[in-house]
């Protein structure tokens, strides 16, 4: 399987898949403003969990500044909404157990992990820009410290538009 790559400045691929309440979510519907948007493992882990809870307490701040933060990862739909409302997040979660968006940002990838290999999600976040352009992309991303990065980097591109 060849990874897609996607680059600063590159067109943000669109997708439609679902929330975490069931409903159809399109990327597209956000053109004009910012997007947080991260892929993530797995629901209810302590990496997720972290991330997750820290993308909610910057929601706040990041909202106000007319930035919208997305969470995706293959867990179903019931599943997001369990992790929402055990954790009480205030982000909105994509479910993509068909690997639709996950695959056109590259992010679903072979890992190996003690000898053993297999598919998997390698964390990533990805700021579009309102004319729906890659502004910024981390890969393979170690959760200490993420939220904080993007906020940094965030504010650093919006004072150049």
């Known amino acids: 399987m060849t990874v897609k790559t996607i680059s600063t400045g590159d067109k943000a ?14 990327l597209g519907s956000l053109a004009g403003k910012w997007i947080v948007l991260y892929f993530y493992p797995k ?15 910057a929601k706040e ?17 019931s599943s997001h909404k ?8 205030t982000i909105t979660l994509l479910s993509d157990p068909d690997k639709v968006a996950l695959k056109q940002y590259g992010v679903w990838q072979l890992k190996k992990n003690y000898g053993r290999e297999y598919f998997g999600v ?11 352009r890659i502004a910024y992309a981390w890969r393979s991303v170690k959760v200490k410290g993420h939220v904080e990065a993007v906020e940094k980097k ?7 538009k």
Request: hydrophobic letters at 35%; proline letters at 6%.
């Open 154 to 160: 965030l504010n650093e591109l919006m004072i150049k």
């Open 61 to 77: 701040s990041l909202f106000k500044k007319g930035v919208e933060v997305l969470g995706v990862s293959p867990d179903s739909v």
């Open 122 to 132: 390698v964390r990533s976040t990805f700021i579009i820009s309102p004319e729906m």
């Open 43 to 57: 629901d209810n882990t302590p990496g997720c969990t972290t991330e997750a809870v820290e993308f909610s307490g």
């Open 13 to 26: 691929p669109g997708f439609t898949i679902k929330d975490q309440n069931g409903n159809d979510f399109s």
């Open 82 to 89: 369990n992790f929402i409302d055990k954790k009480e997040l």
